[in-house]
């Protein structure tokens, strides 16, 4: 469902300081068991073992490689040790019911805070997360 918004909104959108341009310019490795046929330029669909792939991918892309909003993904990615940073923006919002972003897992993984920073008037924060030091 990310791919599909973000395609339905980027390839159109312009601005002055260019990260439309980027964003539609970048390569995007798009994790789906449902999708076929990706329209967005520089996408690359990545289907069967996610790990494999992401671990393949980790070795062969210079520079970061991001996940956007699939709690899914993420959570599996933690599982098999391949997420080197978690860049959380924390909301000051109370839901009292949802989704828990790392819900049951079957062994812990701890993080280190590396940052925190706020963003906006709003209380609105960015946790930076590295992997803990033993």
């Given amino acids: 469902m990310t ?4 395609a339905a909104a980027w ?8 990260f439309a341009d980027k964003m539609n310019a970048m ?7 449902t999708l076929h046929d990706l329209s967005w330029e520089n996408s690359t669909l990545i289907g069967g073992d996610v790990a494999e792939e992401a671990a393949r991918l980790k070795e062969q892309v210079a520079g970061d490689i991001l996940v956007h909003g699939s709690a899914t ?4 990615l933690v599982a098999d040790d391949l997420v080197d940073e978690l860049r959380l923006m924390v909301f000051p919002t ?6 828990r972003l790392f819900g049951d897992t079957s062994s812990a993984k ?3 805070l590396v940052e925190s920073r706020p963003v906006g008037g709003d209380g609105v924060v960015i946790l930076r997360y590295g992997p803990a030091k033993s």
């Avoid at 390839?11 to 260019?18: F, K």
Wanted: glycine share 12%; no cysteine; net charge neutral.
């Fill in 3 to 6: 791919y599909e918004g973000f």
């Fill in 27 to 33: 390569p995007k490795y798009v994790v789906s068991s």
């Fill in 73 to 76: 993904l993420v959570r599996a």
């Fill in 11 to 18: 390839p159109e959108r312009t601005d002055d300081v260019g």
């Fill in 94 to 99: 109370v839901l009292g019911a949802g989704k």
């Fill in 110 to 112: 701890a993080f280190q």
